[in-house]
């Protein structure tokens, strides 16, 4: 089966997140002062070839794991579905 991951990663909640502090002090300037305390992370999406969803579950989180997220300073999480092949 084939499953497609969709992952978030964001820096951890205790650290500085110098992009989205740059991004929050400059909503005022674009008439959004109401925005504020933005986080600004990463988005990825891939396939795994796995016989099971546990599978595929697993080899994502040690992608997330060994290679996609810093876990010194990033945390992640994902969601998994199915892929319909075409026949």
């Known amino acids: 089966m084939k499953f497609r991951a969709s992952i978030n990663i964001m820096p951890l909640p205790a650290l500085l997140d110098p992009q989205g502090k740059a991004v929050s002090g400059?909503?005022?300037?674009?008439?959004?002062?109401?925005?504020?305390?933005?986080?600004?992370?990463?988005?990825?999406?891939?396939?795994?070839?796995?016989?099971?969803?546990?599978?595929?579950e697993e080899q994502v989180k040690t992608a997330c794991e060994k290679l996609l997220a810093n876990q010194i300073m990033e945390q992640f999480e994902f969601r998994l579905e199915a892929v319909e092949t075409e026949a």
């Open 26 to 56: 400059n909503m005022k300037n674009i008439g959004l002062s109401s925005i504020d305390n933005v986080r600004v992370g990463k988005h990825l999406t891939l396939e795994v070839e796995a016989s099971s969803q546990p599978e595929a």
